[in-house]
């Protein structure tokens, strides 16, 4: 079995700590993606799963056996990189077999091997030419190619779209995907963009200054994110936040945002909160829309358009709310005009709310 079992990993260089007791446990066959910003910790993790790394503490284990020690070419993982680390005059077919040809696999495994990957990856018509002569889509497919016929228990993948145009990593992104369903191998993904993480997972864990903020499946951490780092990081465009003050109203409680702001909560929005509670407010734009004729009871609030962003197949809109800055979204072929005033209908059903000292999500 292929489980990867982190447990209290920490890492530091010299009196800096980059990774604070990281705990996870990755299934056999999951799919999973370190997703944060740049300098959260993410690839040095992957790293040190992979043995590049050393860790300072806690112990990693790869299927039962414990790897702390274990040199990297004998943990049973293959690994590919953002700069797919090919051998430029080398031709594909030798690229993809160089580590079957290291261990000595005889002659009609590694050809056997090789043109197995190349079948799965769609490479069998380049395997004569030399990188040079590959797009950067070929190119990584040549590398994933490399890594599978080494039949691993895990795969790590550290960005290894982020030097694609957005239309091939679209295209990667499926490939990867049906890569995985072929093979049925547990994989430990990377990315700092929150598309491929949402669009490939099978769970996502995300990651801030060396500390895991949330561990789930892509719905789970849209719909329901454990704290507004999570809510604004995924999603795009981000999520609207706004700090305001819980308080009495006729049927309930509303929040106060400014003195020309109040937004009225459900009841069961208001039987989490007590009055004076000090909260943060988020509402996604896709929560916020243009109001296209009659409310039909929908809470509905004036915004001042600012920016349009059209999109096809529906529009962005920066509106300005009583002085807080939203953003919301027009469906269809609607453009409103800036400068303008319109109405703008909340869905507040859908509204978050979280503990404006600690972050955390109120559920």
């Known amino acids: 079995m292929a489980n990867v079992s982190i447990r209290n990993v920490q890492k530091a260089y010299g009196k800096v700590e980059v990774i604070h007791g990281l705990n996870l446990d990755v299934a056999h066959n999951e799919f999973v993606v370190l997703v944060g910003p740049s300098g959260c910790g993410k690839s040095t993790m992957l790293r040190m799963i992979a043995g590049l790394e050393s860790i300072t503490g806690g112990e990693i284990f790869i299927g039962e056996r414990l790897v702390n020690n274990v040199e990297p070419k004998n943990r049973n993982i293959a690994m590919v990189f953002q700069n797919y680390a090919l051998y430029p005059h080398m ?4 690229n993809i077999s160089f580590g079957l040809r290291a261990a000595k696999l005889p002659k009609e495994e590694v050809q056997q091997r090789v043109e ?3 079948r799965i990856l769609g490479l069998e018509d380049l395997l004569e030419r030399k990188p040079a002569q590959l797009s950067g889509g070929q190119r990584q497919r040549v590398a994933m190619g490399r890594a599978i016929v080494r039949d691993p228990q895990v795969f790590l993948f550290d960005e290894p779209l982020s030097n694609l145009d957005a239309k091939l990593r679209h295209q990667m992104r499926t490939e990867i995907k049906k890569l995985h ?3 049925q191998t547990t994989v430990i993904y990377v990315t700092h963009d929150q598309i491929e993480a949402m669009t490939m997972a099978d769970r996502i864990v995300i990651m801030r200054d060396g ?7 892509p719905r789970e ?3 329901s994110p454990a704290n507004t780092f999570v809510a604004g990081f995924i999603g795009s465009p981000t999520m609207n936040m706004m700090t305001g003050r819980a308080e009495a109203a006729a049927d309930g409680l509303q929040i106060r945002i400014s003195d020309g702001l109040t937004v009225p909560l459900t009841t069961g929005q208001s039987s989490r909160l007590a009055a004076g509670s000090e909260v943060v407010l988020g509402i996604r734009p896709e ?3 243009l109001a296209e004729g009659p409310s039909n009871g929908a809470w509905t609030i004036t915004g001042n358009i600012g920016v349009v962003e059209p999109l096809g197949s529906e529009t962005l809109v920066s509106i300005d709310v009583a002085g807080q800055e939203l953003t919301a979204t027009a469906k269809g072929r609607t453009e409103p005009a800036v400068g303008s005033q319109a109405p703008f209908a909340v869905n ?3 509204m978050h709310i979280f503990d404006r000292q600690s972050e955390l999500a109120i559920r």
Not at 91 to 94: K, T
Not at 211 to 217: E, F
């Open 211 to 217: 500390v895991i903020q949330q561990v789930g499946a």
């Open 181 to 183: 369903q072929k093979v």
């Open 348 to 350: 507040l059903e859908n």
């Open 91 to 94: 031709s594909v077919f030798r």
């Open 116 to 118: 197995e990957a190349a």
């Open 221 to 223: 951490v849209y719909h």
């Open 287 to 289: 929560d916020l829309t």
